[in-house]
């Protein structure tokens, strides 16, 4: 299998608030929305992140990120009005370090950094 394209999903029970939300966390509007229910961005050549209006599974999904630095981004975020928790040292890594938080539905989110 040759994968071209990776897209991420998130079911919303309120579309309008997730996607806002998430906005905030990405740090920028969605760049299209494909169909009326549905808020996509590009994260990077090839991986997509989307909000989807559905509320079956609503609040059951993981999403992980991993950034080059947390420790300018967690002080952005919470300009922004999400709180994250000091992010721990994960074991067996150098210098890997992870925060993770909830959505407004439940979706864990976790964000990386180091190595």
Same mark, same amino acid.
């Given at each position: 299998?040759?994968?071209?394209?990776? !897209?991420?999903?998130?079911?919303?029970?309120? !579309?309008?608030?997730?996607?806002?939300?998430?906005?905030?966390?990405?740090?920028?509007?969605?760049?299209?929305?494909?169909?009326?229910?549905?808020?996509?961005?590009?994260?990077?050549?090839?991986?997509? !992140?989307?909000?989807?209006?559905?509320?079956?599974?609503?609040?059951?999904? @993981?999403? @992980?990120? =991993?950034?080059?630095?947390?420790?300018?981004?967690? @002080? =952005?975020?919470?300009?922004?009005?999400?709180?994250?928790?000091?992010?721990?040292?994960?074991?067996? !890594?150098?210098?890997?370090?992870?925060?993770?938080?909830?959505?407004?539905?439940?979706? @864990?989110?976790?964000?990386?950094?180091?190595?």
């Amino acid at each position: 299998m040759k994968v071209e394209n990776i !897209f991420l999903s998130i079911n919303a029970a309120d !579309f309008d608030a997730q996607s806002k939300w998430w906005a905030k966390l990405i740090g920028r509007a969605w760049d299209r929305e494909p169909m009326p229910s549905c808020h996509e961005w590009d994260l990077r050549e090839g991986v997509f !992140f989307q909000v989807l209006d559905s509320p079956r599974g609503a609040g059951e999904s @993981t999403v @992980t990120m =991993r950034v080059a630095d947390l420790d300018p981004e967690i @002080t =952005r975020l919470s300009a922004a009005g999400i709180e994250v928790p000091e992010p721990v040292k994960v074991e067996g !890594f150098n210098s890997l370090r992870y925060a993770e938080f909830a959505d407004p539905e439940g979706n @864990t989110v976790g964000l990386l950094d180091g190595s």
